[in-house]
T-cell receptor
Framework: DVKVTQSSRYLVKRTGEKVFLECVQD?????MFWYRQDPGLGLRLIYF???????EKGDIPEGYSVSREKKERFSLILESASTNQTSMYLC????????????FGNGTRLTVT | QKEVEQDPGPLSVPEGAIVSLNCTYS??????FMWYRQYSRKGPELLMY????GNKEDGRFTAQVDKSSKYISLFIRDSQPSDSATYLC??????????FGTGTSLTVIP
């Protein structure tokens, strides 16, 4: 079974702090993704990466950056956290082939006060 | 128009009922289709995955795809209280392009 592990289930941070969310997958998947999930808005793609050191902006990249130094690890960085970044953050991975489904981690619930 | 439309519910059924969850889509480029189950405060769990028209069965779950009508369904037989969750449909174009419904909230009443 694919396992996608997010380092924190719950985080509380203050406005202006730099926040790191970490994600590790154990299936040698090419692609990794960061989404945020908000009630009524569904899942929105922040960034994805198709290879080490490669990244592509998703639909809502503003205020975020990412890092992928190793194939199995993908980090999301909030440069200066704001209250409107309070959300559920979901990391996911896929094998990178055509017709390969997404596998999600258990999410990090981030609250910015 | 959204790429993927999914009725948000909520849907409430008695234990043992057959549940039907549906999504429609507009983009004929979608190649493969997924259903996820998401419990409260957890990440989505992949339930079913298919890339062809027709039915795919796994235990009490059946995924149905009709590409000509751009319509997909998930059927749950003999529904259980443990099936109470939000169900998300998703569609893929390539290995790194995915589109999601907003989810249907299901409650199975004992």
């Amino acid at each position: 079974d694919v396992k996608v592990t997010q380092s924190s289930r719950y985080l509380v941070k203050r406005t202006g702090e730099k926040v790191f969310l970490e994600c590790v997958q154990d299936m040698d998947h090419e692609n990794m993704f960061w989404y945020r999930q908000d009630p009524g808005l569904g899942l929105r793609l922040i960034y994805f990466s198709y290879d080490v050191k490669m990244k592509e902006k998703g639909d809502i990249p503003e205020g975020y950056s990412v890092s992928r130094e190793k194939k199995e690890r993908f980090s999301l960085i909030l440069e200066s956290a704001s209250t409107n970044q309070t959300s559920m953050y979901l990391c996911a991975s896929s094998a990178g082939l055509y017709n390969s489904p997404l596998h999600f981690g258990n999410g990090t619930r981030l609250t910015v006060t | 128009q959204k790429e993927v439309e999914q009725d948000p519910g909520p849907l409430s059924v008695p234990e043992g009922a057959i549940v039907s969850l549906n999504c429609t889509y507009s983009n004929s480029a979608f190649q493969y289709f997924m259903w996820y189950r998401q419990y409260s405060r957890k990440g989505p769990e992949l339930l079913m995955y298919t890339y062809s028209s027709g039915n795919k069965e796994d235990g009490r779950f059946t995924a149905q795809v009709d590409k000509s009508s751009k319509y997909i369904s998930l059927f749950i037989r003999d529904s259980q209280p443990s099936d109470s969750a939000t169900y998300l449909c998703a569609m893929g174009v390539t290995g790194n392009q995915f589109y999601f419904g907003t989810g249907t909230s299901l409650t199975v009443i004992p």
